[in-house]
């Protein structure tokens, strides 16, 4: 069974940094590629960013360009998003995901990840 567990939110204040981390069992991370999403209350879940399965392809929505970045160790089987100058629009449930080959054509839907983590908040208060 695969299951994705993120770690890693919480509370901080704006400006602050908080490292997410996904980490997946059941299954080897390494051919997959991983996207983190995120919904505020109200709005749809969107893709904040996403890594290739060798990591030589990244991709960052562009709010969150230059504050946030994603990265991968295969060895470890986890994901992770290094979230810095957070603001409080940054609010909202972190997700992880993973894309099985044969990829996705379309990677910043979400319809395209099989396999989702049960979310992990994410609070920057002003």
């Known amino acids: 069974q695969v299951q994705l567990v993120e770690s890693g939110g919480g509370l901080v204040q704006a400006g602050g940094s908080l490292r997410l981390s996904c980490a997946a069992s059941?299954?080897?991370?390494?051919?997959?590629?991983v996207g983190w999403f995120r919904q505020a209350p109200g709005k749809e879940r969107e893709v904040v960013a996403r890594i290739s399965w060798s990591a030589g392809s990244t991709y960052y929505a562009e709010a969150v360009k230059g504050r946030f970045t994603i990265s991968r160790d295969n060895a470890k089987n986890t994901v992770y998003l290094q979230m810095n100058s957070l603001k409080p629009k940054d609010t909202a449930v972190y997700y992880c995901?993973?894309?099985?080959?044969?990829?996705?054509?379309?990677?910043?839907?979400?319809?395209?990840?099989?396999?989702w983590g049960q979310g992990t908040q994410v609070t920057a208060s002003s």
């Open positions: 995901a993973a894309d099985l080959p044969p990829f996705t054509m379309f990677p910043r839907n979400q319809r395209g990840y099989e396999y």
């Open positions: 059941g299954r080897t991370f390494s051919n997959d590629a």
